[in-house]
């Protein structure tokens, strides 16, 4: 299972706000055909935002997620039922963040990403850090070094 933290890392971390309070973010099309692809070889994606956001649910809508966790004070143990409702070990999960309150999440995690604008103490807690930044293709990456260790797009090959 992927399990991605949304501003920051789904978004560059940046949020419009018009005078109505209507709340828009960017987020990037190929890191959506990423998302799709994988999902495609099986793995699961899911949302896990500190930030509740109607265009963080709206995307997740897009891209046929079902469990968007949004909103959420303390994001570990939303992560570890999310895992256990599934019968998950962590060694399963892989966890991308960019902020300090990622960072037991990143930890409890199999494979903790960081992306490459992530802050300092979040880049020296992770198992590996992205080339791109969030917002801007980091996603895609990772789907595809996740496709890539299962074996390829249509999940993990026999011996």
């Not at 999960?93 to 903790?112: A, E, F, H, K, T």
């Not at 103490?121 to 789907?143: L, M, N, Q, Y």
């Amino acid at each position: 299972m992927l399990v991605l933290d949304v501003d920051g890392t789904l978004t560059d971390a940046g949020v419009f706000i018009d005078g109505t309070g209507t709340e828009s973010k960017r987020f990037d099309i190929q890191d959506g055909m990423g998302i799709a692809r994988l999902q495609r070889s099986g793995v699961e994606v899911a949302f896990l935002s500190g930030r509740h956001s109607e265009a963080t649910a709206r995307r997740a809508l897009e891209l046929g997620i079902r469990e968007v966790v949004n909103g959420i004070g303390e994001k570990l143990p939303a992560l570890q039922a999310l895992a256990r409702s599934r019968g998950l070990l962590p060694e399963e999960v892989c966890y991308v963040g960019d902020d300090v309150n990622d960072i037991d999440c990143m930890r409890w995690s199999g494979l903790g990403v960081a992306v490459r604008n992530a802050r300092l103490d979040v880049k020296a807690t992770a198992d590996w850090i992205t080339g791109s930044p969030g917002g801007h293709g980091a996603i895609r990456e990772v789907a595809e070094r996740i496709m890539e260790l299962n074996g390829g797009p249509d999940g993990p090959k026999g011996d």
